[in-house]
């Protein structure tokens, strides 16, 4: 992506938290020092994250190749989106999900609030994985599984030894 395309992104998102910050009057909420990443792959166009016990925002990521692929008008919606994950939860203190309280808050900041996007994901965005090897064959991880087997030894299903890490992988 772009470093034009991804700053109109930052700066859409920053005013579109501003405002919302404004509006309900969100003492604290600090918008400047969200982190706004885009690293997400795969279906996922948005995500919003913060901390369970505060509530406070954590951070925005979006998918880079989506962006790309529509351009900024039409992905505004996911990025209202994202935001009113973060408004309604600061504001209620829990997370409301895409209950009615966020639909409220998505609707006057301006989004469709609609839990789901029909973006069509890109068809090269290709996904990593870790390499594992057992006797009986070699086993393709995800990173999460990945991360969850360095804590502690596993064993194949099948053949019942242990595995040992080969190496990473790219694979659709």
Known sequence: MNATLEQQVIDFTRETLNKAVATYNLVGFDVNSIPIKFTLRGNTSGSA???????????????????????????????????????????YKTNVGHGRAWQVICVQMGGNAERCHNYESPSNDTKLFHA??????????TPRKHAN????????????????????????
């Open 49 to 91: 994250r913060y901390c369970k016990l505060t509530f406070a925002p954590r951070g925005i990521a979006f998918h880079p190749a989506i962006i790309e692929k529509y351009g900024l008008v039409v992905f505004k919606n996911t990025i209202i989106h994202e935001c009113a994950h973060l408004i309604a939860n600061y504001r």
């Open 132 to 141: 594992y090897k057992c006797k009986c064959k070699t086993h393709k991880v």
């Open 149 to 172: 087997i360095r804590i502690g030894s596993h064993r194949c299903s099948l053949c019942k030894t242990n595995i040992e890490y080969v190496g990473t992988t790219i694979g659709l």
